[in-house]
């Protein structure tokens, strides 16, 4: 059975950083890519970052491009996001997932076909 748990988010004041974590259970990372999603208040989801599964190449959206960095530990089967300079636009749920063709044809949330519960981020002073 597929699983994915995040967790590490919190409130953070603005320039400040986060680690979020996704332990991934059911499968294995070195066939599935692992993206990172989130939604804020009132807005459609957004994918952030992906780490594919094969190669472990990695993929980011323009709006996080040299603040967030992902990365995995294959031996924990866990994906990690780092957040830095944090801004208040970027609080939301973020939710990490799964999918067969996900980080292969995009990040756009219909390529995931399994779900974390998420975790919130809050930045605000």
């Known amino acids: 059975q597929v699983q994915l748990v995040e967790s590490g988010g919190g409130l953070v004041q603005p320039g400040g950083s986060l680690r979020l974590s996704c332990a991934a259970s059911?499968?294995?990372?070195?066939?599935?890519?692992i993206g990172w999603f989130r939604q804020a208040p009132g807005k459609g989801r957004e994918g952030l970052s992906c780490?594919?599964?094969?190669?472990?190449?990695?993929h980011y959206a323009d709006s996080v491009k040299g603040r967030f960095t992902i990365s995995r530990d294959k031996a924990k089967n866990t994906v990690y996001l780092q957040m830095n300079s944090l801004k208040s636009e970027d609080t939301a749920v973020y939710h990490c997932?799964?999918?067969?063709?996900?980080?292969?044809?995009?990040?756009?949330?219909?390529?995931?076909?399994?779900w974390g519960q998420g975790t919130q981020v809050t930045v605000s002073s």
């Open positions: 997932a799964t999918g067969l063709n996900l980080c292969i044809y995009g990040l756009g949330p219909s390529f995931a076909d399994h």
């Open positions: 780490i594919s599964g094969s190669d472990g190449n990695t």
């Open positions: 059911g499968f294995n990372l070195d066939y599935s890519a």
